[in-house]
């Protein structure tokens, strides 16, 4: 079974800020900025997170990583709970789970030399001696497209595209199983980004990496992604293979979100149709009662506001949290609480097996 | 009609400290009234200086060192700033790329609004706060007079950003230049932005230099584009000419390295190798040349010359050819 078995499980994760009241201004205020997600990653797999500015996304990237404890919920690691297990699991989980940033200007101590900072994992974990570690960055380098020559150089000799690289280099010195890459491109040219997806999409194949990209740009999703999440003020509310997210989209926020792509093709006219989505995205202070995207859903109903739509199955892996969806789901009462685990499809593909349930129990 | 902005062979230099960059390198563009004229490249390209020359905003070292910049008719290059000023006051507006950064964070957003009147004279202090509030009112904010007590530190980021556009609109201005005015946005708000950008010019018939590194805002919301790279305009054609049958193959390998929803999933990208030249070093007669994939000898040794038809044109020794230019061919058409 281990063979099959997701390498990375979130599993009902909620993450709030500001419930300790440290603060005397927010007494009692929580930020509610992630509230019950569950999914899972794949070995060898990508899947990408997408959303607004403030829907988690981020906060989820970094309990993946570790980097924050969840409120409640737990992370697990070829089943192991990272939070949990032995010392020695613990610290094996965090080799295995690496996080690359976004800005490639800020995550880079400008202080180091490049060579440094891409040593500087092997030296937390003990990992190699002190000789050895110049060799392996050098090495860690040419894999990422940088010559041996840059270790005795500062970050900011270089360009943005190259930091980035500088960045992926780091992320990998541990040979991790899982990069936790956050708008890993989105800081970077046009013409540059290309290079660095293509640099991603070898090393994933050359290393079997399994990644978490985390992005607000869904054509690159699109592109690099297997499995796509949306993300709305801390919901996930749909999630599916790439191409049947796109093609066959069932949330009417996805639907707007690819609607609002500025595509770069000749249009016979400049193009005039409505706004496809009012407003901006409601405080994660108070988020709307039930479905929280009906505070700007062109398809709200009453029932929207009353009731919180759970993620039902439409097929193929494809699962999404809406009371009136762009198209039906195959299995009216069945709850599919962990997208991307294999039993979804499974599911999906057969809605009246007995099976169809709580997967997670 | 006369045109609204006219650029003529614009060169801008830069000096910092002993070395000297010549950020802008001769290029001419026109802005007929009511029209939009998307300004696109890479960073470093020059698409903001040349904003910038516009707005008589260049930085501390930066001067135009040739060409002519007229606006709505006026002739601005060689003006004392006073005069110049005189004439940019009234007739442009400005909405930079983060809004945070451009407003005052100490001043109401109403009072910040209605300022460019007080300062210009041109209403008195009531008259300047209900224009304000109005105006708040048609960019989408709701409750404006309300919003107009607020600090911008209240607002979300999109919402800061209408009262960007709020405060560029104020003095009633026939061109607008707005740098990346979208780019720190969501892409729901972004639309939402872009969408009131397109609808304002409608009702006030305004000019729009629209300047941004994004191909798609580009198609969809401008009526002519200049790409330009490494301080040069590299082509130059109305949007449906231009993404229908573009020539220079410095714009092909940008549209070709967008991923798109039609891209095949795990395909790998098209790139451009390299990186954008450093405008203080060595340059090749083609800018473009040591970066593209059809470059020949003949790019490394002449300079292109600007070669124009109808309302399209480009510098390019070896164009991209059109679907026009391969039937042509394969019929054997004599020429």
Same mark, same amino acid.
């Given at each position: 079974?281990?063979?099959?078995?997701?390498?990375?499980?979130?599993?009902?994760?909620?993450?709030?800020?500001?419930?300790?009241?440290?603060?005397?201004?927010?007494?009692?205020?929580?930020?509610?900025?992630?509230?019950?997600?569950?999914?899972?990653?794949?070995?060898?797999?990508?899947?990408?997170?997408?959303?607004?500015?403030?829907?988690?996304?981020?906060?989820?990237?970094?309990?993946?990583?570790?980097?924050?404890?969840?409120?409640?919920?737990?992370?697990?690691?070829?089943?192991?709970?990272?939070?949990?297990?032995?010392?020695?699991?613990?610290?094996?989980?965090?080799?295995?789970?690496?996080?690359?940033?976004?800005?490639?200007?800020?995550?880079?101590? #400008?202080?180091?030399?490049?060579?440094?900072?891409?040593?500087? #994992?092997?030296?937390?974990?003990?990992?190699?001696?002190?000789?050895?570690?110049?060799?392996?960055?050098?090495?860690?380098?040419?894999?990422?497209?940088?010559?041996?020559?840059?270790?005795?150089?500062?970050?900011?000799?270089?360009?943005?595209?190259?930091?980035?690289?500088?960045?992926?280099?780091?992320?990998?010195?541990?040979?991790?199983?899982?990069?936790?890459?956050?708008?890993?491109?989105?800081?970077?040219?046009?013409?540059?980004?290309?290079?660095?997806?293509?640099?991603?999409?070898?090393?994933?194949?050359?290393?079997?990496?399994?990644?978490?990209?985390?992005?607000?740009?869904?054509?690159?999703?699109?592109?690099?992604?297997?499995?796509?999440?949306?993300?709305?003020?801390?919901?996930?509310?749909?999630?599916?293979?790439?191409?049947?997210?796109?093609?066959?989209?069932?949330?009417?926020?996805?639907?707007?979100?690819?609607?609002?792509?500025?595509?770069?093709?000749?249009?016979?006219?400049?193009?005039?149709?409505?706004?496809?989505?009012?407003?901006?995205?409601?405080?994660?202070?108070?988020?709307?009662?039930?479905?929280?995207?009906?505070?700007?859903?062109?398809?709200?109903?009453?029932?929207?506001?009353?009731?919180?739509?759970?993620?039902?199955?439409?097929?193929?892996?494809?699962?999404?949290?809406?009371?009136?969806?762009?198209?039906?789901?195959?299995?009216?009462?069945?709850?599919?609480?962990?997208?991307?685990?294999?039993?979804?499809?499974?599911?999906?593909?057969?809605?009246?097996?007995?099976?169809?349930?709580?997967?997670?129990? | 009609?006369?045109?609204?902005?006219?650029?003529?062979?614009?060169?801008?230099?830069?000096?910092?400290?002993?070395?000297?960059?010549?950020?802008?390198?001769?290029?001419?563009?026109?802005?007929?009234?009511?029209?939009?004229?998307?300004?696109?490249?890479?960073?470093?390209?020059?698409?903001?200086?040349?904003?910038?020359?516009?707005?008589?905003?260049?930085?501390?070292?930066?001067?135009?060192?040739?060409?002519?910049?007229?606006?709505?008719?006026?002739?601005?290059?060689?003006?004392?700033?006073?005069?110049?000023?005189?004439?940019?006051?009234?007739?442009?507006?400005?909405?930079?790329?983060?809004?945070?950064?451009?407003?005052?964070?100490?001043?109401?957003?109403?009072?910040?609004?209605?300022?460019?009147?007080?300062?210009?004279?041109?209403?008195?202090?009531?008259?300047?706060?209900?224009?304000?509030?109005?105006?708040?009112?048609?960019?989408?904010?709701?409750?404006?007079?309300? @919003?107009?007590?607020?600090?911008?530190?209240?607002?979300?980021?999109?919402?800061?950003?209408?009262?960007?556009?709020?405060?560029?609109?104020?003095?009633?201005?026939?061109?607008?230049?707005?740098?990346?005015?979208?780019?720190?946005?969501?892409?729901?708000?972004?639309? @939402?932005?872009? @969408?009131?950008?397109?609808?304002?010019? @409608?009702?006030?018939?305004?000019?729009?230099?629209?300047?941004?590194?994004?191909?798609?805002?580009?198609?969809?919301?401008?009526?002519?584009?200049?790409?330009?790279?490494?301080?040069?305009?590299?082509?130059?054609?109305?949007?449906?000419?231009?993404?229908?049958?573009?020539?220079?193959?410095?714009?092909?390998?940008?549209?070709?390295?967008?991923?798109?929803?039609?891209?095949?999933?795990?395909?790998?990208?098209?790139?451009?190798?390299?990186?954008?030249?450093?405008?203080?070093?060595?340059?090749?007669?083609?800018?473009?040349?040591?970066?593209?994939?059809?470059?020949?000898?003949?790019?490394?040794?002449?300079?292109?010359?600007?070669?124009?038809?109808?309302?399209?044109?480009?510098?390019?020794?070896?164009?991209?050819?059109?679907?026009?230019?391969?039937?042509?061919?394969?019929?054997?058409?004599?020429?």
């Amino acid at each position: 079974m281990s063979g099959d078995r997701p390498l990375v499980q979130v599993d009902h994760v909620v993450k709030e800020y500001g419930s300790s009241g440290w603060s005397l201004r927010n007494r009692g205020e929580v930020v509610h900025a992630v509230s019950d997600v569950s999914l899972s990653l794949r070995r060898g797999k990508t899947v990408g997170l997408v959303g607004e500015s403030g829907c988690g996304k981020s906060t989820l990237g970094r309990l993946v990583v570790g980097l924050e404890n969840p409120t409640s919920g737990t992370v697990s690691f070829d089943g192991v709970d990272v939070r949990k297990g032995s010392r020695e699991q613990r610290r094996r989980a965090r080799r295995e789970l690496q996080l690359m940033f976004q800005d490639p200007y800020a995550s880079l101590d #400008p202080r180091m030399k490049v060579g440094s900072i891409v040593a500087e #994992p092997l030296v937390v974990q003990h990992q190699v001696s002190r000789g050895d570690r110049r060799e392996r960055a050098a090495s860690l380098l040419g894999e990422v497209g940088l010559p041996a020559s840059s270790m005795a150089r500062y970050p900011y000799e270089f360009s943005g595209g190259q930091r980035q690289r500088i960045g992926l280099a780091r992320a990998l010195a541990l040979n991790p199983q899982v990069i936790v890459a956050d708008e890993p491109v989105s800081a970077l040219d046009v013409s540059v980004r290309s290079q660095i997806l293509n640099l991603m999409l070898d090393l994933q194949l050359k290393h079997s990496l399994t990644y978490l990209i985390i992005s607000h740009d869904l054509t690159t999703l699109r592109y690099i992604a297997d499995e796509v999440g949306v993300l709305y003020l801390g919901k996930l509310v749909e999630w599916g293979p790439s191409d049947s997210l796109f093609r066959e989209t069932v949330h009417p926020y996805t639907k707007a979100l690819i609607d609002t792509i500025p595509v770069a093709k000749p249009a016979p006219e400049r193009v005039r149709r409505g706004i496809a989505v009012q407003g901006e995205m409601p405080s994660a202070l108070a988020p709307p009662s039930g479905c929280r995207f009906r505070t700007r859903c062109p398809r709200a109903e009453k029932v929207c506001s009353e009731v919180e739509p759970e993620l039902r199955a439409f097929g193929g892996g494809h699962v999404a949290a809406c009371h009136f969806p762009l198209r039906e789901p195959v299995a009216l009462a069945a709850p599919v609480l962990r997208p991307g685990d294999d039993s979804v499809a499974e599911q999906a593909s057969d809605p009246k097996s007995d099976k169809a349930g709580n997967t997670t129990s | 009609m006369a045109t609204m902005l006219e650029i003529s062979d614009l060169v801008v230099d830069i000096r910092s400290g002993r070395s000297t960059v010549r950020a802008v390198d001769g290029i001419s563009l026109t802005l007929d009234p009511g029209r939009t004229l998307g300004l696109v490249g890479e960073s470093g390209c020059g698409k903001s200086t040349t904003g910038l020359a516009v707005l008589g905003l260049l930085p501390a070292g930066g001067k135009v060192t040739r060409g002519s910049i007229r606006i709505d008719g006026h002739e601005i290059v060689g003006l004392r700033e006073a005069e110049a000023r005189a004439i940019r006051g009234r007739t442009v507006g400005v909405v930079f790329q983060d809004p945070m950064t451009a407003l005052n964070p100490t001043q109401r957003i109403g009072a910040q609004v209605a300022e460019p009147l007080l300062i210009h004279g041109m209403a008195n202090r009531s008259a300047a706060m209900k224009q304000a509030v109005d105006l708040l009112g048609e960019v989408g904010l709701s409750r404006p007079a309300a @919003q107009a007590e607020r600090f911008p530190h209240e607002l979300s980021g999109g919402m800061r950003q209408r009262v960007m556009i709020a405060l560029a609109l104020i003095c009633g201005p026939k061109l607008l230049v707005a740098d990346e005015p979208t780019t720190a946005l969501d892409v729901t708000t972004q639309d @939402q932005i872009l @969408q009131l950008f397109d609808s304002l010019q @409608q009702s006030r018939d305004m000019s729009i230099l629209l300047i941004t590194h994004d191909m798609g805002v580009v198609a969809g919301h401008t009526d002519e584009v200049a790409v330009m790279y490494a301080g040069r305009l590299a082509e130059l054609a109305t949007t449906h000419r231009l993404f229908g049958g573009y020539r220079h193959r410095y714009t092909e390998a940008l549209l070709e390295s967008i991923p798109t929803l039609d891209t095949p999933r795990g395909q790998r990208l098209a790139t451009i190798a390299g990186l954008p030249p450093n405008l203080g070093g060595q340059l090749a007669p083609c800018r473009f040349a040591p970066r593209c994939a059809h470059a020949e000898q003949v790019c490394f040794d002449v300079e292109p010359q600007w070669s124009e038809q109808g309302e399209h044109g480009y510098a390019c020794h070896l164009p991209r050819r059109t679907d026009a230019d391969l039937m042509t061919e394969s019929a054997g058409a004599p020429s």
